[in-house]
């Protein structure tokens, strides 16, 4: 029962001691002067009062334009919004503050900081990843600007993890094509595309052995499914990926079934030539006269 009753006793006063706070910054927003608010302003930045902080500087930074006091007010405005983990606002107001302020002391680091706030925006992987490109962008722009800064290594061990998210959304886009192709022709062609832009965007990729074979699959897919005037083509287009495939990774665990379609590929060519072959030898026999046939008489003149 004490126990009860100083709980009560404490959050009364915490209370007490909320309420006068808002009321006194309340106040200060009606009633203080720029000089007043400024000095409130700072003193809620060192103790961590982002929301408060960030209140009163956006107010004072039209008031304070030309002063001595503007720079950092905007400098602290961008870090108030950064804390409160609006990424895209610190990013803008962080890049305002460094093309203002070009020669200040602070200038690296607001680039920095409008990378940094780049990057904690960026969605995952099966997002859409066009603020991935920007953030990558932005980090390598300031590792080109400041190479020698404290700041590169990590900019680099980011820009290295959002090539890696890059890459992952590459990968099951272009796995994405070749699940749901099934006997639809756009998608197994879709999944080509997909795959060999994917081979030339990330050459270095762990997902390469298993794309590599996927490709094969697709073009034997493609042409099993094919009219026949395209089947040769895209078999021997086939049996090219799967070279490929086995001059990079001979001891795939994918090679006996590429094999399989290799093998079968080359049947069908077979196949497909011999019918071509006898077509044309028809053809070759329509254009030449019979000789069991009278030749044609022609009426005198």
């Known amino acids: 029962m004490q126990q009860g009753h100083l709980v009560k006793i ?3 006063a915490l209370m007490v001691v909320v309420l006068s706070s808002c009321n006194s910054f309340s106040k200060l927003q009606k009633s203080g002067t720029d000089t007043e608010k400024y000095k409130a302003a700072v003193e809620y930045y060192k103790k961590s009062d982002w929301y408060r902080a960030g209140v009163l500087f956006e ?3 039209p008031v304070l334009k030309g002063s001595t006091e503007s720079e950092m007010a905007q400098f602290y405005y961008a870090y108030t919004q950064y ?3 609006q990424y895209l606002l610190s990013a803008t107001l962080f890049k305002k503050f460094y093309e ?3 020669r200040s002391d602070y200038a690296q680091e607001a680039t920095y900081m409008y990378a ?5 925006d960026t969605p995952q992987f099966n997002l859409d990843q066009s603020n991935t490109l920007t953030a990558t962008s932005a980090l390598q722009d300031f590792v080109n600007t400041y190479p020698d800064s404290k700041y590169a290594d990590d900019c680099t061990r980011m820009i290295l993890e959002l090539r890696q998210k890059l890459e992952r959304k590459a990968y099951e886009k272009a796995k994405l094509y070749y699940k749901t192709s099934g006997f639809n022709i756009a998608s197994y ?3 080509v595309i997909s795959i060999n832009n994917f081979q030339k965007d990330f050459p270095d990729s762990p997902y390469n052995e298993e794309l590599a074979f996927l490709k094969v699959d697709a073009e034997f897919s493609l042409a099993e499914n094919s009219l026949d005037t395209k089947q040769k083509e895209r078999y021997q287009e086939a049996m090219n990926y799967h070279q490929q495939f086995i001059d990079k ?4 665990k994918f090679v ?3 094999e399989k379609m290799y093998a079968t590929s080359q049947e069908k060519i077979d196949v497909i030539t011999k019918r071509e072959e006898e077509i044309a030898r028809e053809k070759e026999k329509l254009k030449k006269p019979d000789a069991n046939r009278p030749a044609k008489v022609t009426a005198a003149n």
């Open 249 to 252: 990774y001979p001891k795939s």
């Open 189 to 191: 062609k879709s999944a």
């Open 100 to 102: 203002t302020f070009a």
């Open 10 to 12: 404490f959050l009364a």
């Open 116 to 120: 940094f706030s780049l990057y904690k």
């Open 59 to 61: 107010e004072l930074i």
């Open 83 to 85: 804390h409160q983990q």
């Open 256 to 258: 006996k079934q590429s």
